[in-house]
């Protein structure tokens, strides 16, 4: 499936990062979630809108707080995929864990 999205006005990208997905779930980089830390005088350079592209093998990811099971538990994301979070809570609950037998690899852009 293409999918094509364009974003601009609203939200300015800041970072980037490549995240591999193994056997043991992981999540977005702290930091780059929000780099400021969690004073609230520094929210507003927290992440507003994370897009993530699964780059290569499926994955299996959760955004409710509980870690996801290679072969039963999240929603299943294939290659080419493309996610977008704009909930922070989603953002930090967000977990991935490999599908299958090859480690899996997002492409992830933060916005505010």
């Avoid at 056997?23 to 350079?45: C, E, H, I, Y």
């Avoid at 080419?80 to 809570?89: E, I, T």
């Amino acid at each position: 499936m293409n999918i094509n999205q364009t974003v601009s006005g609203f939200f300015t990208p800041y970072d980037y990062e490549r995240i591999t997905v193994s056997t043991s779930a992981v999540g977005f980089t702290a930091a780059k979630l929000n780099p400021m830390g969690d004073d609230l005088q520094r929210n507003l350079r927290k992440a507003r809108l994370i897009l993530v592209t699964v780059e290569t093998d499926t994955i299996r990811y959760t955004i409710h707080g509980v870690n996801p099971v290679a072969t039963s538990l999240g929603h299943l994301g294939r290659v080419g995929d493309v996610l977008s979070f704009a909930n922070w809570q989603a953002m930090k609950n967000f977990r991935a864990i490999r599908e299958g037998g090859a480690d899996g690899h997002l492409s992830v852009t933060y916005l505010r």
